[in-house]
């Protein structure tokens, strides 16, 4: 019964909260440089440009001068590779918290439902607004994008951070990877989930689904390693594997 649910609640393009501005159609691949002074920042786990939240001292480095933008909803989703706002991160320890490979859940996706995930593909440094910022990777209306998270969006969204546990370095960086790959394909939800890198489109829970199922880790509670059913963002978080990480 639980799957069939699932499966009439496919009709709607809106299945799993992925939803976004469809003019932001484009996704940027020009890219936000490291300060080279910066010599506490770790690229051992991660790409080029994030950081190592345990060896980067943010402070002054956060965002604190900008204030609030009013219309800051507007430049979450689908942002490509670049901070395109300062974002204010200061007294919040969102920076210091968020790991690569974090589950972002958020609770108001599909109307409460289903809710919504994105995965943390790295805290990086903008020379433009000369501060470091939160990068996603989630499909969404527009398609497999990279966006920004912000204390704002995670308060409006009701988010909450999970954590796969015990994902080595490596079984993250590949699995995040394995995302990058998927940048610019179409959304859509299916009623059997696909793992495979050919795979023409996904939805939000598939796409972190496949890239950790490719390591070995399989955060569906229903079926471990099976393709079998659909797999929603809740679900996901309910999965053994991953910890709600508090701060």
Not at 135 to 156: N, W
Not at 189 to 214: F, M, R, T
Request: hydrophobic share 30%; charged share 20%; with cysteine.
């Amino acid at each position: 019964m639980r799957n069939t649910s699932l499966l009439i609640l496919m009709v709607t393009p809106l299945l799993f909260g992925c939803t976004t501005n469809p003019s932001d159609s484009i996704i940027d691949i020009t890219s936000e440089s490291i300060p080279s002074e910066d010599s506490s920042f770790d690229t051992t786990s991660s790409s080029e440009d994030s950081s190592s939240s345990s060896t980067v001292d943010y402070q002054g480095y956060d965002g604190y001068q900008y204030d609030p933008n009013p219309n800051e909803s507007d430049y979450w989703y689908n942002t490509g590779l670049n901070l395109p706002i300062g974002v204010n991160y200061h007294e919040t320890n969102i920076l210091e918290t968020l790991k690569r490979g974090d589950i972002v859940f958020e609770a108001t996706g599909f109307y409460g439902i289903t809710g919504h995930v994105a995965i943390v593909e790295g805290i990086f440094y903008s020379e433009t607004y000369q501060q470091y910022f939160v990068r996603l990777i989630e499909a969404i209306s527009v398609g497999v994008a990279q966006s920004i998270l912000t204390p704002t969006r995670m308060i409006d969204k009701e988010d909450s951070i999970y954590r796969v546990i015990n994902a080595t370095s490596t079984e993250i960086d590949n699995a995040i990877d394995f995302m990058t790959a998927q940048l610019g394909k179409p959304y859509s939800v299916q009623p059997i989930k696909n793992a495979n890198e050919d795979n023409p489109n996904w939805y939000c829970s598939e796409l972190i689904w496949a890239g950790y199922y490719h390591q070995g880790i399989y955060l569906d509670i229903d079926d471990n390693d099976n393709y079998g059913s659909p797999i929603t963002p809740r679900e996901m978080i309910a999965s053994p594997l991953v910890e709600l990480i508090t701060f």
